[in-house]
């Protein structure tokens, strides 16, 4: 059987439509990472990528038009003839939009609805001249929210953004879009304790994050307190700026899930109580503070043996 090459026509579509599923999934790798250097020239190689799949979307639109504003049923009758053209601008200029959106969304938002465009000029800005602010933060909130990103006949395609939103105690300091690899690495900050950040000060993208201590978000509950002896007192240091609410002694047998279930004993350490007897090893073997953080009642201290004393 005798196989025919392909004709020119058909190699182009064939080209053409390689080009344009690649152009249009493309950009979805590059919104995992939207901090540092990095992250902007991953910003911009999507919006770039984009726009061009755009562009590559809507050519045979207009090839199409022309050809038919060609043929002389078209040409004879006005009407047909300016609405075909109406419809060459209109129709093309709808696609643009529609056949792919760069995953922005909350970053416009942020930056009071500034557009796509708008914040990948921003970004190139911020990686020529590395222009950027310097906040000191001790909690972080992060969100996530869908949002279509290409639509088409009969079915539309979805991405999640993500928005992480920094605070200093109670005060809300800045906020930004990240991608899914900030997510991860910003869900395990350390609570409590202070984390220096940098932001861009164009497109307002997170630079950099240096926390101040070497631990991560669960284990920061158990250093917000460090309880020693001194004489016969057992005595705390508060080490974070936090108001903590129901602070408790508590007393365990030793090497006991540290679970306030198992505790032999609960005393205020507010007021009066902010230390205790060592005579309290009589009761139990191991002692440690509790308080209510981050919505839950937590270990907020090192753990205090009886042989320590």
């Not at 182009?12 to 020239?41: D, K, Q």
């Amino acid at each position: 059987m005798k196989i025919e090459k392909p004709s020119g026509t058909e190699i182009t579509i064939v080209v053409f439509l390689i080009a344009f599923t690649v152009a249009l999934i493309l950009p979805n790798f590059f919104y995992h990472r939207m901090s540092g250097a990095e992250g902007l020239r991953n910003i911009i190689l999507a919006t770039s990528i984009q726009y061009v799949c755009r562009i590559i979307g809507v050519i045979p639109i207009f090839i199409a038009d022309r050809n038919i504003l060609k043929t002389p049923d078209i040409r004879k009758s006005k009407f047909l003839f300016f609405g075909t053209i109406f419809l060459t601008f209109i129709v093309p200029i709808v696609c643009f939009w529609s056949i792919t959106r760069p995953r922005l969304n909350e970053q416009q938002y942020i930056k009071n609805k500034s557009s796509d465009l708008g914040i990948s000029f921003q970004c190139i800005s911020d990686l020529i001249n590395d222009d950027y602010e310097t906040f000191t933060i001790n909690n972080c909130y992060i969100r996530s929210q869908q949002y279509i990103s290409a639509s088409g006949r009969g079915r539309s395609r979805y991405h999640n953004e993500y928005t992480v939103s920094f605070y200093n105690g109670n005060n809300k300091v800045t906020e930004m879009q990240i991608g899914s690899e900030e997510k991860e690495y910003l869900k395990n900050l350390p609570y409590g304790f202070d984390t220096e950040i940098t932001v861009y000060k164009k497109s307002g993208f997170l630079r950099s994050v240096k926390p101040s201590v070497d631990f991560g978000k669960d284990e920061s509950y158990q250093h917000f307190f460090t309880i020693s002896t001194d004489g016969n007192k057992i005595v705390y240091e508060k080490n974070v700026d936090l108001k903590i609410k129901n602070l408790t002694w508590s007393g365990f047998k030793k090497k006991r899930n540290y679970d306030m279930k198992n505790a032999l004993f609960g005393i205020s350490a507010d007021g009066e109580k902010q230390s205790l007897d060592t005579d309290m090893y009589n009761l139990c073997e191991e002692i440690c503070l509790y308080g209510v953080v981050d919505g839950k009642y937590r270990r907020i201290s090192n753990v205090l043996s009886k042989d320590d004393c």
